[in-house]
Structures are given as structure tokens and as C-alpha cells.
């Protein structure tokens, strides 16, 4: 019936070209119950810029794709005609989600679009697949047509556009408009929906209520799938995973809506979007209170490590991550034992204002530098060694993989810093006869973490500084680098064009380093198959370091977030990744 506009859809959605005017009058014809909207932009652009961004990202991959995507874009213009629609303007669809069982294969679920035409009779008989559309004026405001298998659609006419439905109660919605999203569509999720090249709204809301029962049943599955993994590995492995997952169910439920926007261009893909809560749900709660910053102290940290993570978030939610990581020691079900509670209370009274980690796993073993700023930075530290001792107190299975800890308090004076030594001792025999995936992790953690995991911590009364090396010189050499400012990421000019496409003030940060990621999936691959020279070393590589990563931004009741790839990522793992896929299928030169 539509398959001539859903495959519109289909180019249009798989390229797009950023900074055309929006077409937001439309909202005042959309229903305010459609549960999906899309917005899209021109076919034409969007093929050219979507072409742009995979010619830039791999000439190889674009050799195989373009072609195919012109051939099919002009294919159903080729079916459509050029007087049908205007193929450089925007386009706008709206899907209702029927209910579980309710949905007609044939027809699909209820839908409606907008597109840009200057010849009505043009648009219908298109959609009528070149046949009479038997075009019949209807008292609602709309017509009704056949397609050329002799089946009803539904369209209308508007003021340089027109408008078609396979559901008539949908189009008598849009013919003659009451409540719409242009007037209860919060203004955040307008702006969104309407950024970049392709929008795409969904009522969460809806969605649970279609399919709570559903949804709840994938819970119990998952939920069950996880056990039985745990059971597999010994008992408690999964516990902390179902305490994670479980929330993220619980948060769905709260969630009212979600926009995604994407952003396709030569210089690379950005995604962003807006998800906000219903009033006076925990999750609501949760993205309430945090003060925003700039997150400059990352930009400060080793340009050499492989992920980096910002954030400025408030006491409770700070309180919540750290139960998540007690429950990985204890399990959710375990009441935290005074020794950890203790700990707990320190933190609390600590009063961490804001985080900043960079971490790595190299040929050089596990390495990672942390700056904390607390209002007591002293209290944090007395937190960071009770917290150590704490692990001790719990009865896991995961600590039982611990030979030992040992803490000396002020090992190391170091440039105003009195750092104190914590080192764990991990029981690798005892690690390598869990092997729940079949790899033995004992030999995979001891080779790229030594015999033991040391960190060094202290503040110099304004940071706690926390530094994972696996001997004193290497983790000195992460304290020079942080305090000198020489060879950080704020350095790169990666860096420097990332953080500028993302909001100055922020509440989370993350990035991560192309090169480091394949360099630390080399260095665990390694650890596993020491034998395949392969993975020895990392493919020939850009030298000049590049950098994904995104933000995160949290207002009452609702979280901002974007991410941007650069194309250069594309350059990195096609000469990075791809050797490693041939090495573990067996399909490289040895």
C-alpha cells in the first residue's frame, strides 16, 4: 500500500544535511497522541552528505555503499517523479503503536506523512503507484484514494504540502486538528526533534502503556538469563549486573519521552538528544539538583590514556553509584557491612563536588589517574582507606579472588602530595577456574596487571589525587604529566575540535581515545591468545591521537546528551580493528 513512502523514508533516513529550516508549522497539524515522529530531510542532500561523511570515514567502505545508495535513491524518485514531491525539503511522519496483537501486516501500524509538493494530483497519483487514485473529497476535510492494488489511503491538501495516512481516524485527527504536539511538545524536545538532520521523537510513556506487559516479561527473561550465567560462574557474578539492569527497567518506566537527533556531515556523525521524566518519579529526581561546569581539569589529565570521564552530579547521585559498587563486592541483596558503611559516612562527609578519570590498559599494564575535589579533602582520604580495608569485611566470591590487601599510609611525598600505597593481591589460580566465558581470566589480569593492583592516593589539602600504575615510576610519570601540562589531552587538536561541539557548561564528560581503544582491545586479546603474533602489535595507525566522545547535561526532571565522531575514527579502526578481526578468524599472514 505505502511501500512507495516507507521506502522515501528509507533514503531519506540514511543521509541527511545539516541547517535546514525546519518545518514546525507541521506540529500544529500532529496529533498530540502520535507515539513516533520523525523528521527527515531531503532525500537528495541527505544521499550527498551521507556519501560525504562514509567517502571521509572509509574510501574503501564508500566504494561499496554509495553507489548502492545513489542507484536506490533515484530508483523511487524515479517512482514517485520529480512533481510528486520537492526532494530537497524536509519530510515529516507520525506512527501510532498499536496493541500487542492489534497490528495488520498488511497494512501496518497507523501512519501519516507531510512532505513538500506544488502539484496535489501529482502527489496522490504517486502514491497510487501510477494508477487512478479515484481521488473522493470527504466531509472531514480530506480525501480518500486507491492505491493500484485498490486499497484506501487517505490525503490532504495544505498550503505547498500535502499529507497521506493508511488510517482514516488518524487523518481525520490531522484534517481537523484539536489537541497537538506544537502546544504540549515541551520546548527542549521541540528543539531537539528539529536538530540536525534527522529527528526522531518517542512517547516512553506510551510505550510502557502499549507494552508494560511486555516489557516486564523481558525483564523476568533477562533477569533469569542472568542467574543462570551466575549459577555457570559460580553463584554471585551476576548480582551487581541485575542491580544495574533492574534500574534501568525502573527508569524506563519513569521516562516520559526520548529524542534523538543525528547530524551527518564530511567532518563526521553527531548525535544528540533529550530524554525527560514524568513529574515526581525517582528518575526525575535523580536528574534534579546538580549545579553544571566546564570540566576543565580533564583537559589537564595524560593525553596517552584511553578513556576519560568528567562529572559534576549531585550527593545522591553519587550515593546511588557507589551502592551499585558496594553491591558488586556484597550483591544487592546483602546488607553493607559496618566497615563499608563507615566508609560510606566518610565519603558523605567528604563532600565530593566533582570527578575526573583517565584510564588505560597498554602494553604497559593497567594504568589510570584520578582528581577528585571534595570540600574535606583529608576526610577523603581516611574514605579511600576504609573503603579499602572494607573489602576485606565482605563475604563475596569476588573478594575471595583477593590474596591480600595491605595499605602503607604516606608512602610516597611526592611534588605537595603525602600519598599513601594501597596494593591488591589478586589469587589468579582462583580466577582462571571461574572462566564463565571461556577465557581464563586469571592469566588475562595477570598479564596486563602484574602480579598486583597498586594505587597511590593522597591530596595535597585541594585534591585527592589517585593514581593505578603498576609500579611507583609509572605512576609518578601520570602526576608529572597532570601537574606540568605537558603532553594532556587539552593539547590535541582532537581534543580542542571535540569539546568545542559540545555545551560549555556540562554535568558529564566522557571521551575516549581511537587509538587507545585498539591498543587496549590488542593489549586483553593478546592476554588471552599469547600465542598469535597478530595481536602482538596494533595496525599501522594515524600518529596524531584521535578522540570520540560526547556530554551529558541534566535539567529538572530530564538529561541532555550528545555525542560526536569525528571521520578520522573511521581511519583508525579500519588500519586498527580490522587486523585484529583477521587475526581472530585466522584469515592473516603468520
Partial sequence: MFSGLVSMWLVTVLGQTPGAAADTAWLKQVPASADVVIRIRGVEPVRDDLSKMIQAMSPALANQVTPALEQGSQQILGELGKDAFDASAPILALIRLPKPGELDAKKGPPFAAFAHTKNYTAFQKAIAKGGDPQSKHQSGGYDTIKDNEGNPLYTIKGDGYAAISNDEELMKSIAKPTDTLDKTLKADLKTSLFTGDLGIL?????????????????????????????????????????????????????????????????????????????????????????????????????????????????????????????????????????????????????????????????????????????????????????SMQAIKSSKSELVAMIKDISIEPKAENYRGFALSHAKVTLDFDKLGKLQPTGVNLGNMMKAMMGEAMNTWYGTDGKVLLSVVATDWPKAKAQIDAFLSGQGTVGKTASYQSLRSKLPAQVNGLFLMSAQGFVNQITTQLSAVQPDNPALKKPGDMPKETVFFGGSILTKPGALQFKTVVPSAVGEVFEKGVSPIIQALTGKVNQ
Fill in 202 to 386: 518517542v512517547s516512553l510513556a506510551a510505550v510502557q502503556k502499549q507494552y508494560g506487559d511486555h516489557i516486564d516479561a523481558a525483564r523476568q527473561q533477562l533477569m533469569a538469563t542472568l542467574d543462570a550465567v551466575s549459577q555457570q560462574a559460580g553463584g554471585e557474578m551476576m548480582k551487581p549486573a541485575k542491580a544495574m539492569y533492574g534500574a534501568m527497567f525502573d527508569g524506563l518506566k519513569d521516562a516520559d519521552a526520548l529524542v534523538l537527533n543525528f547530524d551527518f556531515s564530511a567532518a563526521g556523525l553527531t548525535l544528540g538528544g533529550d530524554l525527560t521524566t514524568k513529574p515526581g518519579t525517582e528518575t526525575a529526581k535523580f536528574f534534579t539538583g546538580p549545579k553544571t561546569a566546564a570540566g576543565d581539569t580533564l583537559a589537564k589529565l595524560p593525553a596517552d590514556a584511553t578513556t576519560y570521564l568528567f562529572a559534576n552530579t549531585s550527593p545522591s547521585t553519587i550515593a546511588k553509584l557507589q551502592s551499585w559498587g558496594i553491591q558488586f563486592l556484597t550483591g544487592p541483596d546483602e546488607k553493607p557491612s559496618p566497615e563499608f558503611q563507615k566508609a560510606l559516612e566518610l565519603q558523605r562527609q567528604a563532600g565530593v563536588k566533582d570527578i575526573t578519570v583517565a584510564s588505560g590498559i597498554g602494553p604497559e599494564g593497567v594504568r589510570g589517574l584520578s582528581v577528585l575535589t571534595y570540600s574535606d579533602p583529608q576526610k577523603a582520604v581516611e574514605a579511600t582507606s576504609a
